[in-house]
């Protein structure tokens, strides 16, 4: 695809899934655990028209001591095809903040690439006033989908080691500067506070414009807040954050600016930080 983004103006332009349009809106909003709150609440108090939802909990593995991990492909390709969608289907993910690029990354890691993230997602749609519905999903017939897992798009701990030592990958993380630079915990129990030795700060949230509804900035405008922060976004890069998910929004604008060269660390600080020989220093975090 030359571009992953929809805007709020196509979509509810588009026709209704039905024989003609085998399109799958899904909602995968998600909350922290200690929050207390169930985004499948949220969902039935309000969603775009027509649309599924899936827990980020339910398509991550389940056997991992770490959060947030890729499940297995048999996992990913049981808890999508129950979705209804299969290999054809577009999928238009949303959410009500930071999830989508994830969903996005493990649909095309899992070898689907008709896969396009809402511009702005639920806040957007909501705030231009448009049609929303209520309550849960009609369980869709589902769908065979066969999961075909991408080579060179995860980077174990291992890999990420061995860029910090030879600097062959620059290692972005996506946390916000107080936790990067170690003046906040971490915010998992037991895991360290600090960050990875040469590591750069590239906080997720700077990625997206308030005054806009929160929709994604311009290619133009991420190419300078990278510059900013000194990175070259040509060059290849690892990406992380505490749990692998806001590191995808590193990747996904990386990808917006023509850089392929990028993999996720899934284990991210929650598993760097755990571990009892990985150097954990402090940093200093660049202004956003």
């Known amino acids: 695809m030359s571009d992953w983004l929809i805007e709020t103006a196509e979509l509810a332009g588009l026709p209704a899934a039905g024989p003609t349009a085998d399109r799958v ?10 929050s207390g709150r169930r985004a499948i609440d949220d969902f039935r108090a309000g969603h775009l028209p027509g649309a599924r939802f899936v827990d980020l909990g339910a398509i ?9 991990m890729l499940p297995s492909a048999a996992v990913f390709a049981a808890a999508v095809g129950q979705l209804g969608i ?5 999928v238009i993910v949303y959410d009500a903040g930071y999830v989508s690029a994830r969903l ?3 649909f095309r890691h899992f070898g689907h690439d008709r896969v396009r993230i809402l511009n702005g997602g639920w806040r957007k ?4 006033g448009r049609p929303v519905e209520t309550g849960d999903f009609a369980a869709p017939p589902p769908r065979r989908f066969v999961a075909r897992p991408a080579e060179g798009r995860v980077a174990r701990l291992e890999e990420v080691w061995q860029a910090i030592d030879d600097g062959s990958a620059t290692i972005l993380d996506a946390r916000t500067p107080a936790k990067f630079s170690g ?4 915010g998992y129990p037991g895991v360290a506070s600090g960050a990875m030795p040469g590591a750069v700060n590239v906080f997720w949230g700077n990625f997206f414009d308030p005054a806009q509804d929160h929709a994604f900035v ?8 990278f510059a900013r922060h000194g990175v070259d976004v040509t060059a290849p890069v690892i990406a992380t954050c505490g749990s692998g ?5 590193l990747g996904f604008m990386l990808e917006r600016l023509g850089n392929r060269d990028w993999r996720l660390y899934d284990g991210s600080w929650h598993e760097w930080g755990q571990h009892p020989e990985t150097p954990k220093v402090p940093q200093k975090a660049p202004a956003r």
């Open 104 to 106: 996005w990354w493990m």
């Open 218 to 225: 311009s290619p133009e405008a991420a190419a300078a807040i």
């Open 125 to 128: 749609w909501r705030a231009e």
């Open 86 to 90: 299969g290999n054809d289907t577009e």
């Open 183 to 186: 003046r906040e915990s971490s």
């Open 25 to 34: 809106v899904l909602d995968c909003s998600w909350h922290l655990p200690e």
């Open 245 to 249: 998910v806001t590191a995808c929004i």
């Open 60 to 68: 991550s593995d389940p056997g991992s001591p770490f959060v947030n």
